[in-house]
């Protein structure tokens, strides 16, 4: 059983008067042997989340949890059974160690000598890379392929549950496919638990299972990949659907009828150092206090995201069928 | 328009609150450095082996005139007094007195202060006007790899030049110009004749680099996104370089500039002493090997409260050239 | 094997001429140090009583001392004192530098804080002065003055390694091996000792250089090497006393002094050279390479924009643009799509007239609204781009002058070309600040740009561009560096631009989901040339080249079936340093046989009327397999052993398994 679960999470930065809360209160649930996509924009705080499960952040509030058995702060020379795969393949492998050596500095201790060899041969062919590249750098290699190394890297330890961080935002399109089909076929191979991270939703919904929409530090809406997308209840994840890239889509003709009204169409993302009062994402919801005059409490009050369908965080969606255990 | 005014008046608000920050910011940052200074200068008497009186008057010096100057030193009460008499004396504006010629250290350093000003001054003027143009000059002219002959020729040229250190040159230049040519005088404070080659003996080395930095930075802003939107926007290269590449050249300049005035500063230390210039540097030398220690004491500390200010100035300049730092630092 | 990348680095420093020159002169200098006290000591001491001061002779080539003796023997032997202490007070500062610059790592935050503090209240005060203060305690003499300098230099080193300590901590491959497990020391001696390797060395030997020429400082002073022993700065001390009667005593160890501390210097700044950027390709001219053959522009009225075989080529020779043709009528919007190495960005800065030396654009027509653009910049013209063309580029937050604020950037372009006066300018200014929507834009002009957010700051790049009537605007990679409901403001706000005022738009991404949105016609790049060219309605179901095809194939959308492999290209795009002959994407191509290999295919009209480059237009339209759907079985690995086994070509670049 390999289920990952963040339970009141917060994370905060800085201090008093210049404090970030770049993570705040996430209830969040990676069910075992499925794979959850984190979609969101920079400043949502998916990052933040992603390297505070694998250790390199501390939590200031809440815990995570896995298997129900919490985690601790990454100390020297443990091992962890959460590993991550960072987004830039440039600089997530040591420039001056051969690909062999960084593999086989994953691999865990109690694996010598011949047998460490041995398994970093296995783990290359676990993401198709042809063997002799054991003795390559990094520069001599390509994104896709670089990505690759990174993820037998982070499959070395043995993890239980994975967590990609827009792995293939920095690659070209025509290698991504090779990376995302990796991905989906180590999921199924390995029956891995995995967190996927993207800002991009087309990705997201081909590999996920499952699909949490972050906005300014809260998880604002969860469901089955399928159910979520057909029937999206808050605002902000329709907003991301429409800029999603349909098939077909028809050419962005000037000002739609339908359009978000001027006062919220070019509304600028919030600041995450000053987060707006009541519900986040207010100030640019097109169905927000500024465009319907009665829909105050959107400024007041946060809204409880239990009692809404997929754990909406909006005042005014569905209500739930039965009371949300959020994710 | 009475929005624009309460916008205004806002603005203003805040960034008198984001300036006033930094000042405080700065200043406190200043008197920390200046506690670490006068207690290092204050330590530094009593971290030497031995009797420093004694070492001082020798060791055939009688017993009781000892004992007397180190009465008069207060070096017979324990650290922490010494060292809060120490502050008082400094807040007094007394450095202490000489253990060899019994003179107050702050009529010493009043008499010979001005004549290192003065040197360390017309140094900087000097590498600051030369090689802040020529630098942008040679930035200008070679960028994107252009005139390779000329790249070559200001680099070795500058490399060579300043790995003489300042005494050197001075001393190259007191047998060139004094001993064969007898142009200028070579030793001692007189007339404006005598200003000009210690002057260029301490401005020389730093110059050069001065003007390699300015080049190097010069360069690396011209490669920069904005210069690119600037020529897109098709305006005259005269704007260009003035108005977009400058400013953002001096920036990083200012900062190195400001390290090199400091550099400036300790090498009056040994220009000084090739020219028997009669100022704080020859000072010094002359009391560490006499090891009068208070004389010593007093110099470092006007040296490094010298060194001090002058780092609180390149801050504020590049305050006021670079918006980012104030405001993101606060 | 590990060790071949550094070995070869060094290698490649002392072929340099700089590089060559220091290393012997170094070396030169070393064996002198460890050779002249064996050989010349006993000339170097021996007294001449007869011939005290006396300048050069035939016996004493430099002349002899105040006690008669030979001053050459002696600053030959003064060597290896003068670079034993340097080298010794060297090694002193980088250790202890290192040390404490490395403190964060090695003993955690804060301990780093506190240490970092302490250095940095050091570093404030110049080595002269710490050498001097670090004198006083220490005593004065040899041991004294090389503790001093070493411990002055300590500073300067603690705050360079601890930058770049910083910077490679920071960077993912050190948290990945945390992640791993890795412990701190194993971390420290691994990871990041070796990737700030380069920097440290050149300054250490820097270092060496300063320290040498330190100690003769202190040396000269009194205050360093004491008699009976002598190093070159004790000489120079000596000589300097008697310097108007028999300058070259002084002179001899000056010259010494300088030749040993210019060879350490020199020698770090030809490393410095060899592992910095622009460790440069053989110089050499571009090529005049026979254009691809383009179709003839047709033009006429209505024609905004006519461009015929444009090519840009760097030494080397690279040639990433090889004769791009095509034309734009007002108020169209047309996209150029295209990946990596593409050249689609440099076609745009090219079209824009913004390429630099050492590149060089060559077209045989290049025409904006009926002016020759390669006849010369001069004032008329750019009058003409500066108010008819709107250049927008990617990165919003390095395109403008962060020193400057927004407002008066944008000014510019009016006061410049429009001859308006500052108010007038800055009014219109804010003007056109409120046209792209941007909020409050009286206060934002007066703001600089990092106070805006980066859609905002795209939006204030574009209004930069409606200063002046602009026909056309070209925007590279506009979106690219946007969240993405920020991207669709900004794609809507050109194309309410389009719309409102018939401007055409030139918009290049990587994105052809974007491209689709705003444009009517794309133009599909790949290798250095236009591989296809159709309407975007088109493209859903009409591309005819194998390359458009794949890339449509391979963009998963909100539609993609989920239940199979996504689509993938093979193969990597080629180097635009190595052209090969025939057709750029048949190594990646399916359809691709030995005419592909041999010719490159023009861009022409087929046989259904389409602009394609490709040979095979028709096999490719008849194609019945479904590109996106891949093999039937579910395996990944052997969908993509199936793709790699194409009809077999000898000239394959791609070897089985050498997948992106």
Same mark, same amino acid.
């Given at each position: 059983m390999s289920e990952l679960r963040f339970e009141d999470v917060t994370v905060r930065f800085g201090h008093r008067r210049h404090a970030l809360t770049a993570v705040d209160r996430v209830d969040l649930t990676v069910p075992d042997g499925s794979v959850v996509g984190l979609v969101g924009e920079s400043g949502s705080g998916k990052s933040t989340l992603a390297r505070t499960a694998v250790g390199l952040n501390r939590v200031s509030g809440g815990r995570v949890l896995l298997d129900g058995r919490p985690l601790r702060p990454v100390r020297g020379g443990e091992r962890r059974p959460l590993q991550l795969v960072f987004q830039d393949p440039y600089s997530s492998l040591d420039p001056r160690m051969t690909v062999g050596s960084t593999v086989a500095e994953a691999v865990p201790r109690g694996v010598r000598g011949v047998s460490r060899r041995g398994e970093v041969a296995r783990l290359l062919e676990l993401v198709d890379l042809p063997a002799d590249l054991v003795d390559r750098y990094p520069a001599e290699l390509s994104g896709g392929q670089r990505q690759r190394v990174a993820l037998a890297r982070a499959l070395a330890g043995r993890p239980e549950v994975l967590i990609a961080d827009e792995i293939t935002s920095a690659l070209d399109v025509s290698i991504q496919g090779t990376v995302l089909n990796l991905v989906s076929d180590l999921h199924r191979r390995l029956n891995l638990s995995m967190l996927f991270i993207s800002h991009n939703l087309a990705v997201v919904r081909y590999v996920s299972d499952y699909i949490a929409v972050m906005y300014l530090g809260r998880i604002v809406e969860f469901g089955a990949t399928d159910e979520l997308l057909a029937d999206p209840q808050h605002p902000y994840t329709r907003e991301l659907l429409a800029a999603a890239p349909q098939p077909g889509a028809a050419a962005l003709g000037p000002e739609e009828e339908d359009a978000a009204p001027r006062a919220v169409s070019d509304a600028e993302p919030a600041d995450p150092h000053r987060p707006p009062t009541g519900c986040r994402f207010h100030p640019r919801c097109p169905v927000g206090p500024l465009v319907l005059a009665d829909r105050e409490v959107c400024r007041t009050d946060e809204p409880a995201a239990a009692l809404h369908r997929h754990g909406a965080a909006c005042h005014f969606a569905a209500p739930a069928a039965r009371p949300q255990p959020v994710a | 328009m009475t929005t624009a005014t309460a916008d205004s008046r806002r603005i203003a608000g805040i960034a008198q609150n984001a300036w006033l920050r930094f000042a405080l910011r700065r200043l406190g940052r200043l008197l920390i450095s200046l506690w670490v200074l006068v207690t290092a200068a204050f330590l530094m008497i009593h971290l030497i082996p031995g009797d420093p009186v004694r070492a001082a008057l020798g060791s055939t010096a009688p017993l009781d005139l000892v004992n007397a100057r180190r009465k008069m030193l207060g070096l017979d009460d324990p650290l922490w007094q010494q060292y809060l008499h120490y502050l008082h004396n400094l807040f007094a504006g007394d450095l202490g007195t000489s253990i060899t010629s019994g003179l107050p250290v702050s009529q010493l350093v009043g008499d010979r202060l001005p004549a290192t000003l003065e040197l360390a001054g017309l140094a900087f003027l000097l590498a600051v006007l030369v090689c802040v143009p020529l630098g942008l000059t040679m930035g200008v002219l070679t960028r994107g790899g252009r005139r390779r002959p000329a790249e070559l020729a200001f680099t070795s040229t500058s490399i060579v030049l300043a790995a003489v250190p300042d005494f050197l040159v001075g001393v190259a230049l007191v047998y060139l110009f004094g001993v064969q040519l007898a142009w200028a005088p070579v030793a001692g404070r007189g007339g404006a004749g005598s200003y000009i080659l210690p002057v260029v003996s301490l401005a020389l080395g730093p110059a050069v680099v001065l003007a390699r930095i300015v080049r190097v930075e010069t360069l690396a802003v011209l490669q920069a996104d904005y210069l690119r939107t600037a020529r897109a926007k098709r305006l005259p290269d005269r704007l260009i370089y003035l108005r977009h590449a400058l400013p953002n050249a001096l920036t990083a300049t200012i900062t190195l500039g400001g390290l090199l005035l400091g550099g400036l500063v300790a090498g009056t230390v040994l220009v000084e002493n090739v020219f028997a210039w009669p100022g704080l540097g020859s000072t010094i030398v002359q009391s560490i090997l006499a090891k009068d220690y208070p004389v010593v004491q007093g110099v470092v500390l006007v040296y490094g409260v010298g060194v001090l200010l002058i780092n609180l100035l390149v801050d504020v300049a590049l305050a006021l050239l670079d918006p980012r730092s104030t405001i993101r630092e606060s | 094997m590990a060790a071949a990348p550094r070995g070869s680095a060094w290698r490649a420093v002392l072929r340099t001429p700089l590089g060559a020159t220091a290393g012997a002169l170094l070396l030169a200098v070393l064996v002198l140090a460890v050779a002249a006290p064996l050989l010349w000591s006993g000339r170097a001491g021996a007294l001449d009583t007869a011939h005290i001061l006396q300048g050069p002779s035939a016996a004493h080539w430099v002349g002899t001392d105040n006690l008669g003796r030979d001053i050459f023997y002696r600053v030959l032997v003064a060597t290896r004192l003068s670079v034993e202490l340097a080298l010794g007070a060297t090694a002193i500062g980088v250790v202890t530098g290192l040390l404490l610059g490395t403190a964060p790592v090695l003993f955690g935050a804060r301990v780093g804080r506190l240490v970092g503090a302490a250095v940095n209240i050091a570093v404030a005060f110049p080595g002269l002065l710490l050498a001097l203060f670090f004198a006083v305690i220490f005593g004065v003499g040899r041991t004294g003055a090389l503790l001093a300098i070493g411990l002055a230099v300590a500073p300067g080193f603690a705050r360079l390694t601890q930058t770049l300590t910083a910077r490679v901590s920071g960077?993912?491959?050190?948290?990945?091996?945390?992640?791993? $497990?890795?412990?701190?020391?194993?971390?420290?001696?691994?990871?990041?000792?070796?990737?700030?390797?380069?920097?440290?060395?050149?300054?250490?030997?820097?270092?060496?250089?300063?320290?040498?020429?330190?100690?003769?400082?202190?040396?000269?002073?009194?205050?360093?090497?004491?008699?009976?022993?002598?190093?070159?700065?004790?000489?120079?001390?000596?000589?300097?006393?008697?310097?108007?009667?028999?300058?070259?005593?002084?002179?001899?160890?000056?010259?010494?002094?300088?030749?040993?501390? %210019?060879?350490?210097?020199?020698?770090?700044?030809?490393?410095?050279?060899?592992?910095?950027?622009?460790?440069?390709?053989?110089?050499?001219?571009?090529?005049?390479?026979?254009?691809?053959?383009?179709?003839?522009?047709?033009?006429?009225?209505?024609?905004?924009?006519?461009?015929?075989?444009?090519?840009?080529?760097?030494? $080397?020779?690279?040639?990433?643009?090889?004769?791009?043709?095509?034309?734009?009528?007002?108020?169209?919007?047309?996209?150029?799509?295209?990946?990596?190495?593409?050249?689609?960005?440099?076609?745009?800065?090219?079209?824009?007239?913004?390429?630099?030396?050492?590149?060089?654009?060559?077209?045989?027509?290049?025409?904006? %609204?009926?002016?020759?653009?390669?006849?010369?910049?001069?004032?008329?013209?750019?009058?003409?781009?500066?108010?008819?063309?709107?250049?927008?580029?990617?990165?919003?937050?390095?395109?403008?002058?962060?020193?400057?604020?927004?407002?008066?950037?944008?000014?510019?372009?009016?006061?410049?070309?429009?001859?308006?006066?500052?108010?007038?300018?800055?009014?219109?200014?804010?003007?056109?600040?409120?046209?792209?929507?941007?909020?409050?834009?009286?206060?934002?002009?007066?703001?600089?740009?990092?106070?805006?957010?980066?859609?905002?700051?795209?939006?204030?790049?574009?209004?930069?561009?409606?200063?002046?009537?602009?026909?056309?605007?070209?925007?590279d990679e506009p979106t690219t560096a946007l969240d993405v409901t920020v991207q669709r403001q900004v794609l809507r706000l050109l194309a309410d631009i389009r719309a409102a005022d018939q401007v055409a738009l030139l918009l290049i991404s990587h994105d052809i989901t974007v491209v689709r949105q705003v444009c009517d016609r794309v133009l599909v790049m790949y290798a250095g040339r236009i591989v296809e060219e159709l309407s975007t309605d088109d493209l859903q179901a009409g591309a005819r080249h194998p390359y458009t095809r794949a890339l449509l194939a391979a963009v998963p959308d909100m539609a993609t079936d989920r239940d199979r492999p996504l689509a993938v290209i093979p193969g990597r795009p080629p180097d635009p340093a190595r052209p090969a002959p025939g057709c750029a994407f048949a190594p990646r191509c399916r359809f691709a046989d030995e005419q592909c290999t041999h010719a490159e295919p023009p861009l022409a009209l087929d046989s259904a009327g389409r602009l394609v480059a490709c040979w095979h237009t028709d096999r490719v339209a008849a194609d019945p397999a479904d590109e996106r759907a891949g093999s039937d079985q579910r395996a990944a690995s052997d969908e993509r052993r199936a793709a790699a086994g194409r009809p077999a070509a000898d000239e394959q670049e791609v070897s089985v398994g050498e997948l992106p």
């Amino acid at each position: 059983m390999s289920e990952l679960r963040f339970e009141d999470v917060t994370v905060r930065f800085g201090h008093r008067r210049h404090a970030l809360t770049a993570v705040d209160r996430v209830d969040l649930t990676v069910p075992d042997g499925s794979v959850v996509g984190l979609v969101g924009e920079s400043g949502s705080g998916k990052s933040t989340l992603a390297r505070t499960a694998v250790g390199l952040n501390r939590v200031s509030g809440g815990r995570v949890l896995l298997d129900g058995r919490p985690l601790r702060p990454v100390r020297g020379g443990e091992r962890r059974p959460l590993q991550l795969v960072f987004q830039d393949p440039y600089s997530s492998l040591d420039p001056r160690m051969t690909v062999g050596s960084t593999v086989a500095e994953a691999v865990p201790r109690g694996v010598r000598g011949v047998s460490r060899r041995g398994e970093v041969a296995r783990l290359l062919e676990l993401v198709d890379l042809p063997a002799d590249l054991v003795d390559r750098y990094p520069a001599e290699l390509s994104g896709g392929q670089r990505q690759r190394v990174a993820l037998a890297r982070a499959l070395a330890g043995r993890p239980e549950v994975l967590i990609a961080d827009e792995i293939t935002s920095a690659l070209d399109v025509s290698i991504q496919g090779t990376v995302l089909n990796l991905v989906s076929d180590l999921h199924r191979r390995l029956n891995l638990s995995m967190l996927f991270i993207s800002h991009n939703l087309a990705v997201v919904r081909y590999v996920s299972d499952y699909i949490a929409v972050m906005y300014l530090g809260r998880i604002v809406e969860f469901g089955a990949t399928d159910e979520l997308l057909a029937d999206p209840q808050h605002p902000y994840t329709r907003e991301l659907l429409a800029a999603a890239p349909q098939p077909g889509a028809a050419a962005l003709g000037p000002e739609e009828e339908d359009a978000a009204p001027r006062a919220v169409s070019d509304a600028e993302p919030a600041d995450p150092h000053r987060p707006p009062t009541g519900c986040r994402f207010h100030p640019r919801c097109p169905v927000g206090p500024l465009v319907l005059a009665d829909r105050e409490v959107c400024r007041t009050d946060e809204p409880a995201a239990a009692l809404h369908r997929h754990g909406a965080a909006c005042h005014f969606a569905a209500p739930a069928a039965r009371p949300q255990p959020v994710a | 328009m009475t929005t624009a005014t309460a916008d205004s008046r806002r603005i203003a608000g805040i960034a008198q609150n984001a300036w006033l920050r930094f000042a405080l910011r700065r200043l406190g940052r200043l008197l920390i450095s200046l506690w670490v200074l006068v207690t290092a200068a204050f330590l530094m008497i009593h971290l030497i082996p031995g009797d420093p009186v004694r070492a001082a008057l020798g060791s055939t010096a009688p017993l009781d005139l000892v004992n007397a100057r180190r009465k008069m030193l207060g070096l017979d009460d324990p650290l922490w007094q010494q060292y809060l008499h120490y502050l008082h004396n400094l807040f007094a504006g007394d450095l202490g007195t000489s253990i060899t010629s019994g003179l107050p250290v702050s009529q010493l350093v009043g008499d010979r202060l001005p004549a290192t000003l003065e040197l360390a001054g017309l140094a900087f003027l000097l590498a600051v006007l030369v090689c802040v143009p020529l630098g942008l000059t040679m930035g200008v002219l070679t960028r994107g790899g252009r005139r390779r002959p000329a790249e070559l020729a200001f680099t070795s040229t500058s490399i060579v030049l300043a790995a003489v250190p300042d005494f050197l040159v001075g001393v190259a230049l007191v047998y060139l110009f004094g001993v064969q040519l007898a142009w200028a005088p070579v030793a001692g404070r007189g007339g404006a004749g005598s200003y000009i080659l210690p002057v260029v003996s301490l401005a020389l080395g730093p110059a050069v680099v001065l003007a390699r930095i300015v080049r190097v930075e010069t360069l690396a802003v011209l490669q920069a996104d904005y210069l690119r939107t600037a020529r897109a926007k098709r305006l005259p290269d005269r704007l260009i370089y003035l108005r977009h590449a400058l400013p953002n050249a001096l920036t990083a300049t200012i900062t190195l500039g400001g390290l090199l005035l400091g550099g400036l500063v300790a090498g009056t230390v040994l220009v000084e002493n090739v020219f028997a210039w009669p100022g704080l540097g020859s000072t010094i030398v002359q009391s560490i090997l006499a090891k009068d220690y208070p004389v010593v004491q007093g110099v470092v500390l006007v040296y490094g409260v010298g060194v001090l200010l002058i780092n609180l100035l390149v801050d504020v300049a590049l305050a006021l050239l670079d918006p980012r730092s104030t405001i993101r630092e606060s | 094997m590990a060790a071949a990348p550094r070995g070869s680095a060094w290698r490649a420093v002392l072929r340099t001429p700089l590089g060559a020159t220091a290393g012997a002169l170094l070396l030169a200098v070393l064996v002198l140090a460890v050779a002249a006290p064996l050989l010349w000591s006993g000339r170097a001491g021996a007294l001449d009583t007869a011939h005290i001061l006396q300048g050069p002779s035939a016996a004493h080539w430099v002349g002899t001392d105040n006690l008669g003796r030979d001053i050459f023997y002696r600053v030959l032997v003064a060597t290896r004192l003068s670079v034993e202490l340097a080298l010794g007070a060297t090694a002193i500062g980088v250790v202890t530098g290192l040390l404490l610059g490395t403190a964060p790592v090695l003993f955690g935050a804060r301990v780093g804080r506190l240490v970092g503090a302490a250095v940095n209240i050091a570093v404030a005060f110049p080595g002269l002065l710490l050498a001097l203060f670090f004198a006083v305690i220490f005593g004065v003499g040899r041991t004294g003055a090389l503790l001093a300098i070493g411990l002055a230099v300590a500073p300067g080193f603690a705050r360079l390694t601890q930058t770049l300590t910083a910077r490679v901590s920071g960077l993912d491959f050190v948290a990945a091996a945390r992640i791993a $497990g890795v412990g701190r020391p194993r971390l420290l001696v691994r990871h990041v000792l070796p990737n700030i390797g380069e920097p440290l060395v050149v300054n250490a030997t820097i270092a060496a250089g300063n320290s040498l020429l330190a100690f003769a400082g202190l040396s000269f002073l009194g205050l360093g090497v004491q008699a009976p022993d002598y190093d070159w700065g004790r000489l120079l001390g000596e000589g300097l006393n008697s310097i108007y009667i028999h300058p070259t005593a002084a002179l001899a160890p000056g010259v010494a002094v300088i030749v040993a501390g %210019l060879a350490f210097n020199l020698l770090g700044e030809s490393i410095a050279k060899a592992i910095g950027p622009g460790a440069g390709r053989p110089a050499g001219r571009p090529p005049r390479a026979a254009a691809a053959p383009g179709t003839a522009t047709v033009a006429d009225d209505a024609t905004l924009l006519a461009v015929e075989s444009l090519r840009v080529s760097f030494p $080397g020779p690279v040639t990433p643009v090889r004769g791009v043709s095509f034309t734009m009528r007002h108020g169209e919007g047309v996209g150029i799509v295209g990946e990596s190495g593409s050249g689609k960005s440099l076609t745009a800065l090219a079209l824009a007239q913004l390429v630099q030396e050492p590149g060089v654009v060559h077209a045989e027509r290049l025409e904006f %609204l009926g002016t020759d653009l390669t006849a010369g910049t001069g004032r008329a013209q750019r009058r003409l781009l500066g108010t008819s063309l709107a250049v927008v580029f990617q990165d919003p937050m390095t395109s403008f002058n962060p020193t400057m604020r927004v407002g008066r950037q944008l000014a510019e372009v009016a006061r410049e070309h429009q001859g308006m006066g500052r108010r007038q300018s800055l009014a219109r200014a804010v003007d056109r600040l409120r046209a792209v929507r941007v909020p409050a834009a009286r206060r934002r002009a007066g703001q600089f740009p990092h106070e805006f957010s980066g859609g905002m700051r795209q939006r204030a790049m574009i209004g930069m561009g409606l200063m002046g009537t602009p026909a056309l605007i070209i925007a590279d990679e506009p979106t690219t560096a946007l969240d993405v409901t920020v991207q669709r403001q900004v794609l809507r706000l050109l194309a309410d631009i389009r719309a409102a005022d018939q401007v055409a738009l030139l918009l290049i991404s990587h994105d052809i989901t974007v491209v689709r949105q705003v444009c009517d016609r794309v133009l599909v790049m790949y290798a250095g040339r236009i591989v296809e060219e159709l309407s975007t309605d088109d493209l859903q179901a009409g591309a005819r080249h194998p390359y458009t095809r794949a890339l449509l194939a391979a963009v998963p959308d909100m539609a993609t079936d989920r239940d199979r492999p996504l689509a993938v290209i093979p193969g990597r795009p080629p180097d635009p340093a190595r052209p090969a002959p025939g057709c750029a994407f048949a190594p990646r191509c399916r359809f691709a046989d030995e005419q592909c290999t041999h010719a490159e295919p023009p861009l022409a009209l087929d046989s259904a009327g389409r602009l394609v480059a490709c040979w095979h237009t028709d096999r490719v339209a008849a194609d019945p397999a479904d590109e996106r759907a891949g093999s039937d079985q579910r395996a990944a690995s052997d969908e993509r052993r199936a793709a790699a086994g194409r009809p077999a070509a000898d000239e394959q670049e791609v070897s089985v398994g050498e997948l992106p």
